[in-house]
RNA sequence: GGUGGGUUCGUCUAAAGGCUAGGACUCAAGAUUUUCAUUCUUGCAAUAGGGGUUCGAUUCCCCUACCCACUACCA
């Protein structure tokens, strides 16, 4: 048992884009599995035909590979039809709408045991049953006190059972659970649970309207024909284990019985409760991988498109929840399934906190060469229609990546490099604009203007120290210096014209990126406006 | 309401009965810088409460409080 090669499996449903918790389990799954060479696989959990939403399929194959996350198993990265088992997909298919025959044998096969019984009480009836009990402050449930007077196959006789399973299709079949019976269990996280059955009721396993099973039905059948060795998802569904524990027991397969770990859910930045699609549109973070826009039009953002990179996100995910131990905290998807253990999951909720996102993928972006980094802001640029040298690019990118968090956020840190200021900050311009000032700048103007363009910017910091130009009264600082004006008011009143107010890189920097030209424009300018 | 799970700085977490409870994010202060940012230094800040067990509890047990999940012919 133990030394079986581990077989894992992401099972989400289709009923919506992939929240970043189920990337989440995603990623735990694939780590755990990776660890040991196992397989990740990947089924798709439709079986509820209501809920169903086109494209949702997609989205999920779509994140995962966004994350670097590959199934081994399971439905195509292209979300294409595989049904027939073949070497690569030894248990298609792997959606459980297309493994709809299988399941009803199963359920015949509870039945014919005694594990399960149909019941023909209607929706309605049982609603209306749920709200009668509720007036009297009371729970309705589906079990061994109240099996017993309900319309189904163990009050009613054998032949008008039979005729009704025959000719409607109304009805369901239900798990039979024991009376007043301990279940005992193992969870890998959270250690032995003890339950009884008589708080659980008679879940519903398959329903004869749509001729589809539910989850707890689907889901134990396949993790038990697929050969699953360890079943690792979220809390919500840790009240179920029993059930799954009775129905291997039901079908005779506790021997090979999957192991079951629970992960704690994620929970929003603030208040109470678990993070939901809203708490992203009301605090300003993404809640899912990639952008989705459902069937209203209605637009959520993504991780991808708010300039995340896969890697800081898988990072920043990996660390919720779970803590190797030391005190490093950046790690890649390798160094993750190295370091990977279950018993170092914890036990409680984490409260997702978006700074803490943002300082991950500062990191991941600080790492980036300013080669790579350039290429990205070259696109910016060319999407915005601004060409400009690649090879000042990359040593651009050198001294702005300290100051981003994305590398979308490029063109907003230095817009003035692109193009000159229209409009210079009050306060800045109150402050700088001085009579004294105006008339140094014109002798600065003047000073600038006789420099050759590769001594105008003086000593730009992309340069090595050992290549930087020597200080000199010809430049323009040794200028100042040699003037004995302060340093400060100077250049910021420079700043000012060429950026528009008293922020931005050093004075040097920005005419090396500029150019005397238009640093000269500028300048000129900036005395005509004060 | 019932059942189950959980609880260390504001947040993510470390400390598997034993140093002054450590790190990171955030925030604040200082240093550096021609400004801003970066960087560096420093600081603020926690074992939910109460009982036990023990020479000694963040750690083990019990009670209380609070939080979370489940309580569908959804997953």
């Not at 045991?113 to 009990?133: H, P, Q, S, V």
């Not at 660390?319 to 790690?331: A, K, S, V």
């Not at 040699?482 to 528009?500: A, I, S």
Request: aromatic share 12%.
């Amino acid at each position: 048992m133990e030394n079986k090669k581990r077989r894992v499996r992401f099972a989400p449903s289709p009923t919506g884009p992939l929240h970043m918790g189920g990337v989440r389990t995603a990623l735990y799954n694939y780590l755990f599995a990776k660890q040991e060479g196992g397989d990740f696989i990947l089924r798709i959990e439709d079986t509820d035909s209501n809920r169903f939403v086109p494209g949702a399929e997609k989205y999920i194959i779509d994140s995962l590979k966004w994350c670097g996350i590959y199934p081994d198993e399971g439905v195509d990265a292209e979300g294409a039809l595989v049904s027939v088992p073949s070497q690569r997909h030894p248990h298609a298919p792997y959606r459980q709408s297309e493994r709809k025959p299988l399941y009803r044998q199963y359920a015949q096969q509870l039945i014919d045991a005694g594990w399960a019984y149909y019941a023909f009480d209607t929706a309605e009836e049982l609603d209306a049953k749920r709200k009668e009990a509720e007036e009297k402050k009371e729970t309705f449930s589906y079990n061994y006190a109240t099996r017993g007077s309900l319309r189904n196959s163990l009050t009613l006789p054998a032949d008008e059972v039979k005729r009704l399973v025959d000719t409607t299709d109304n009805w369901t079949v239900r798990f039979k659970n024991p009376e007043n019976e301990v279940v005992k269990m193992d969870d890998m996280i959270r250690g032995h649970i003890e339950m009884n059955t008589s708080t659980l009721d008679d879940k519903v396993l398959w329903k004869a309207a749509d001729q589809l099973p539910t989850y707890h039905l689907a889901n134990i059948v396949d993790d038990h024909l697929m050969e699953i060795t360890h079943v690792i998802r979220g809390e919500e569904w840790l009240p179920s284990l029993p059930l799954h524990y009775l129905l291997y027991r039901a079908f005779g397969w506790q021997e090979s019985q999957p192991q079951f770990a629970h992960l704690s859910l994620l929970l929003k930045p603030d208040g109470k409760g678990k993070l939901s699609k809203r708490d992203g549109d009301r605090l300003g973070f993404p809640v899912f991988p990639l952008k989705w826009v459902n069937a209203e039009g209605e637009v959520s953002r993504g991780y991808r498109e708010d300039g995340y990179y896969p890697e800081a996100f898988i990072n920043m995910l990996a660390l919720l929840g779970w803590n190797p131990g030391g005190e490093q905290e950046i790690f890649s998807l390798d160094e993750l399934v190295k370091l990977f253990s279950m018993e170092k999951v914890v036990k409680s909720g984490a409260r997702f906190n978006p700074e803490k996102a943002k300082w991950f993928n500062e990191q991941y972006l600080r790492a980036k060469s300013n080669e790579e980094l350039a290429g990205e802001f070259d696109a910016l640029l060319k999407a915005s229609g601004i060409s400009y040298p690649m090879a000042q690019l990359v040593e651009l990118c050198g001294l702005i990546k300290e100051r981003a968090h994305f590398a979308k956020d490029f063109m907003d840190i230095c817009p003035y490099i692109f193009k000159a200021p229209t409009e210079y900050n009050e306060k800045d311009v109150a402050k700088f604009c001085t009579p004294e000032n105006k008339e140094i700048l014109l002798k600065v103007f003047a000073h600038l203007e006789k420099l050759p363009e590769n001594l105008a910017a003086d000593s730009p910091s992309h340069l090595p120290a050992a290549e930087a130009v020597p200080a000199s009264e010809e430049y323009l600082t040794g200028y100042i210096k040699e003037n004995e004006w302060k340093m400060g008011p100077v250049m910021n009143t420079l700043r000012l014209f060429f950026v528009g107010e008293a922020k931005g890189l050093g004075i040097a920097d920005i005419i090396y990126y500029i150019g005397k030209a238009e640093a000269l424009r500028r300048i000129k300018a900036g005395l005509e406006r004060c």
